[in-house]
């Protein structure tokens, strides 16, 4: 099982609709987690970070964590085709030392 | 407050090269991780250095080392360079080490020929 877990996509959506990103993770113990989008070429732009078992919403953006399930996802509201990137999840993690390990991405396609 | 920065922004060397890429931490942040990312890799964790020193090191060889200075800038070097080593080289800088939220520089993209 990898450590982060995240579908590569494409995820196509159309524009105006809401995007759904997924999650899951190994570690039970982690504390902290983090959406970053990255567009083609670019780095990676942190979007938000959550704490704390719920949702944590910032504009149209909303993380949502449950820590049970060992499970994050990001929600993005009213698509547009500027979101249109790869969405990457950060896991902070213990390995006798604590390291932010990151997933693979999934790729968000919004449809005009 | 400026954001990461990283020299050089775009580097094409041959095979057996060495090169030499540099980071500039957000102003405060001590901490500074690098990473490797190819098509269909992801983001490879090289290593992270916190207060001269490097606390972790990713899978990766010898032939990448880096360092730490007095004013958080650092370095990583690649030595005898293979075509595999193409790629874009991001520098991550945060507040403290381990865990803590991570802002990214714009990157090095390395071309190895």
């Known amino acids: 099982q990898k450590e982060v877990e995240q579908n590569s996509g494409p995820l196509s959506v159309p524009e105006g609709a809401i995007a759904s990103l997924n999650c899951t993770y190994s570690?039970?113990?982690?504390?902290?987690f983090f959406w970053y989008r990255q567009y083609s070429g670019k780095s990676p732009e942190l979007i938000m970070s959550?704490?704390?078992?719920g949702d944590k919403e910032d504009g149209r953006f909303t993380a949502q964590l449950n820590k049970a399930s060992q499970y994050v996802s990001l929600l993005i509201r009213d698509s547009q085709p500027s979101d249109s990137a790869t969405y990457l999840c950060?896991?902070?993690?213990?390995?006798?030392?604590?390291?932010?390990?990151f997933g693979t991405g999934t790729k968000l396609q919004v449809i005009p | 407050k400026a954001g990461v920065t990283q020299t050089p922004r775009y580097l094409i060397k041959t095979r057996g090269q060495q090169v030499t890429l540099s980071c500039s931490p957000i102003?405060?942040?001590?901490?500074v991780s690098w990473y490797q990312q190819t098509p269909g890799q992801g983001l490879q964790f090289l290593f992270e250095?916190?207060?001269?020193?490097?606390?972790n090191k990713g899978n990766f060889p010898g032939r990448f080392s880096g360092r730490q200075f007095s004013n958080s800038r650092s370095e990583m070097n690649v030595s005898t360079l293979e075509l595999g080593d193409s790629a874009l080289y991001l520098c991550?800088?945060?507040?403290?080490?381990?865990?803590?939220?991570?802002?990214f520089g714009p990157g090095t993209r390395l071309t190895v020929l």
């Open positions: 991550a800088s945060s507040l403290e080490a381990g865990g803590d939220t991570q802002y």
């Open positions: 570690d039970r113990g982690s504390q902290s």
């Open positions: 959550i704490y704390s078992n």
């Open positions: 950060a896991v902070n993690m213990w390995r006798g030392y604590q390291k932010v390990t």
């Open positions: 102003s405060g942040h001590r901490s």
């Open positions: 250095y916190f207060s001269e020193t490097q606390r």
